[in-house]
């Protein structure tokens, strides 16, 4: 992937971290993004004492106005995006029927609005140069529902939707439009779950591989998605899951 500048939203910890190391690894140039500047220099500054070329881009993907100015700064500035992944996200655990608004309404933008602004912001300039790579990242609840994350899974299933209209809509542009749907990653996302060893036991039995998966192992996914190995892939959800969307 050298030549290839990537933009990785959410991607200061956990997924979104372990995908733009991935990319970086295979060649690209990354521009990380958070909200949080401090934090995201952070993790800018790891990358690229293990020699990679990185940069950082601060802004709130469910902001419209700064979705675009920061796409705007990252082509004046930076170079041209051949590659998107949509990652930011977050969870909120309760049961349906007590369910705050406000939560739901906090999920909606951050786990959805944000794909479709920043992936509207990102093809606008990738279709006139008639190549490029959008990833989003789903989940195994863009298929399964489990108790209490009723919303999540909502919005996961609404990215996977998203996912294949772009690639319906902008597939003739040469844009590969694909997700991704982990299974259940150790991450910050997930470490109360992962610290719940009844939960645990449970996912362990559930899964076929029997175990929680490293965050390193969608490096291979994410790579194939965004190289010319995919080059007629498209609308797909590839799940990294250890066969659990596979299993009764």
Known sequence: MSGRLALVTGSCKGIGLAVARALASAGAEIVL???????????????????????????????????????????REIGPIAVLVNNAGMQHRAPLEDFPLDAWDRLVATNLRSVFLVGQAVAKHM?????????????????????????????????????????TDWGRHGLNCNGIGPGYFKTELNQALVDDAAFSAWLASRTPMGRWGDVEELAGAAVFLASDASSFVNGHMLYVDGGITSSL
Not at 57 to 70: I, L, N, R, Y
């Open 33 to 75: 993004n958070a909200r949080d500047p401090a934090r995201l220099e952070e993790s800018r500054a790891a990358l690229a004492a293990e020699g990679h070329r990185v940069h950082a881009a601060a802004f709130d993907v469910v902001d419209a106005g700064a979705v675009v100015e920061g796409v705007a700064r990252i082509e």
């Open 127 to 167: 279709i006139p140069r008639g190549r490029a790579k959008i990833i989003n990242i789903g989940s195994v609840q863009s298929e399964l529902a489990r108790t209490n994350i009723a919303p999540y899974t909502a919005t996961k299933g609404a990215v996977k939707m998203l996912t294949k209209g772009m690639a």
